[in-house]
């Protein structure tokens, strides 16, 4: 229910790593030269991070971060949106920190001035167009409680956060600090799972926070059923249907499920002639489905933006669309 | 005549300002306001640079510079190649030093430890696929004579120049160094004449350097009439034919013309669907013509892989290829 006392004045606010991706494509055999596991997210540390970087090919640099994309994917189709996470005060913060301003996103938490640099996403990019992404998290691990702005929170309809958040301490109490405040200012949440492992590392923590306090669910087939522990889809839509108001599934090319309450709707993905990089197709989704939410559209609507979105940003390399959303919101 | 008592170790060593690209698509409206020159490369200060920034879009960033580029796309198609260029030892100087080492290209040029920035250019590209540029040209103004390294020259079977070099006094004198070296080793030397506004302000230093020292010269239709201060192509041709051995001269969807001391040849462009961004168009066909000249192609075999991988290059964002140039050589 929302508090008329204080306006909303933001669709969306997004709490998540400020991260800058550095995408390279690459033969399937890279990554098994390199040991990494397709199509998963890797934390790695500073001088994996630039052992990786000197074995990955030419490389194409393009804001990232799973709930940033959301933001900056939500902003472009027009909606009002704030950002909370933590860059370094260089060169690569300043990059992350334009791409926001420049869809007019408020994004006002203070850059670090010492520590780590800002977080930096290798994402090796095959030929099927499959992700796989190394993170050096950088400066993203300085976010902290005392970045919470509560007024922020309070004026936005939804706060939304990415799981990757829970695998850094303060970030965890960040999170915690801004989830509570949005439950306190009558205001709805919303969480992604992230990532199947990100999911093995946190279920304890995911199950009674998506019980107790997430009011739309976001997961692909895999995390969904991580999350409820079951083989099959079926499984585990049946074990985790109630937990929360709002549960949408994002199936690839096989598009989504969403369950509500009352309701399960599935929508079929859009045909994309030629899929270049699948990285951020979950983090439009939710883009888009958000939107729809913001703007009052049925579940099916929203669920249909979030399938175009995600079509829409797998036609390029990288997670913040070249050439803007606002045509589709407008469909 | 090549000197066989020091062996060829490079197919082609390109000395030129040491970019990293921030593209951001626009509308063409977004150039009046800015008050840009639609299609050319403005050189701007650090403050033009930072109020550009601001007005910019989302943006992706990707290593560039003419001469850069041109190497960078000779490696990809599987040459040798090396270049000398300036960048700060900083985030970008970083990435630019990555992308081109990444495919091999030896780039030892010592980064700068004071002064200004690593070189940015902001490039605005149109619905059209037009490309306006505006150069912030940073730590590139700080190489010298001492950059050079002749040793490096003498192993070049090529030294390729770009004239955005002339610009700035420091370069200018490296580059004078470099050619006088390379003729001293007895080596070939290309330049490309890069825009038409740098062509006026350099036009009483290119035509004796095209004149006395180039083998082979690269330029556009509106360059080369620049140079010849003509006002047809024809008359253009006519005026610089026999300047130096070689002159390539690129006319976008209309292919190139090349004249030789005996020949002149037209070779039709690639049919390209779907073009996204012309940055780089040029410096690819460079980077094909050189490649097939390090292979003893003909000049009309040459002028065509220079128009496929001019094809290549604007059908993505920014100038350097994504996918790697390797399958259009052996095409």
């Known amino acids: ?65 799973s709930a940033a994309n959301t933001v900056a994917g ?9 950002f909370i996470g933590k860059v370094k005060n260089d060169q690569l913060g300043e990059i992350f920190r334009h791409d926001l301003r420049s869809l007019s996103v408020r994004f006002d938490t203070a850059a670090a001035a010492t520590g780590p640099a800002t977080a930096r ?9 499959q992700r796989t992404m190394n993170t050096f998290i950088g400066a993203c691990a300085g976010v902290s409680e005392a970045d919470i702005d509560e007024a922020l929170i309070a004026a936005a309809a939804i706060t939304y956060a990415e799981g990757y958040l829970w695998d ?5 109490a960040a999170i ?30 995911f199950i009674p926070l998506v019980r107790r306090t997430v009011d739309i669910l ?15 889809l079926e499984d585990a839509l049946g074990t985790v249907r109630g937990w929360c108001p709002i549960i949408a599934v994002t199936r690839s090319e096989k598009g989504c499920i969403v369950l509500s309450d009352q309701d399960r709707c599935e929508v079929a993905a859009e045909y994309v002639p030629n899929v270049i ?7 439009l989704f939710a883009s888009g489905f958000l939107y729809g939410i913001s703007r009052g559209l049925t579940l099916p609507e929203c669920a249909r933006l979030g399938n175009r979105c995600a079509a829409s940003i797998i036609q390029q390399m990288g997670a913040r669309s070249q050439q803007g959303l606002a045509t589709l919101a407008a469909a």
Not at 7 to 12: E, G
Not at 32 to 44: E, S
């Open 1 to 65: 229910m929302r508090d008329m006392t204080n306006p909303i004045q933001y669709d969306l606010l997004g709490i998540g790593n400020a991260i800058v991706d550095v995408l390279s494509m690459c033969e399937e055999r890279t990554l098994t030269h390199l040991g990494l596991r397709k199509g998963g997210m890797a934390l790695i540390d500073e001088a994996r991070a630039e052992a990786l970087y000197r074995q990955m090919g030419p490389a194409t640099e393009c804001s990232g971060g």
């Open 168 to 172: 850094t301490p303060s970030a965890k």
């Open 121 to 129: 996403c290798l994402i090796f990019v095959t030929p099927d167009a």
């Open 218 to 232: 976001f997961a692909n087939e895999a995390e969904i059923c991580a999350l409820a522990q079951c083989n099959t």
């Open 277 to 283: 990089d699948t990285t951020g197709a979950g983090d």
């Open 176 to 205: 915690d600090k801004a989830l509570t405040a949005a439950r306190r200012a009558k205001r709805a949440t919303a969480l992604t799972l992230s990532d199947t492992f990100c999911v093995e590392r946190h279920r304890d923590t």
């Open 74 to 82: 939500l902003a472009s189709l027009g909606g009002r949106a704030a």
